[in-house]
């Protein structure tokens, strides 16, 4: 009797260890597939190039990128904030209708709508709107301009 005992109780054990493996195997491939599902999903593959079946990773190409533009976007970025920081402390807000219109100033300048977009692409820029530059643009020139009329009254600007 004594040996049926233990016998069974090295089954049970043996039942316990064969769960928690499963259940280890399980977890390790759902982490996997939801790496992949967040790779694929944002389209953002560690892996940009292969080269000679050498791998070259995104993590590569963005320390590069920032040794040679990143300085200076940082600062671009910095200055714009900046900008439109005091451009709201001054109070002075561009509509909508005023950012679409200064668009399409500029489209008649560059000649279609398609030349526009074309231009907008080949700098990188983004489509056109009131928290682009379009849209800054023409809050600063609508600053100048209060400046403008500001001094005409008195002699001393606020800057």
Known sequence: MATKRKTKVIKVIKTQE?????GTKQKIASLALLVVLFWYRTDSWPVVALVNNYPISRFELNQLMYKRVG???LENLVVDKLIVQELAAKGVNVSDEEVNKKIEEIKTQIGSAESFEQALAIQGMLPPGKNNCVGQ?????????????HCRGTARIEV
């Not at 643009?137 to 009329?149: D, L, N, V």
């Open 18 to 22: 064969v769960e928690e493996w499963w």
């Open 137 to 149: 643009s023409s809050s600063w020139t609508k600053y100048i301009s209060t400046i403008e009329i």
């Open 71 to 73: 300085q200076e976007a």
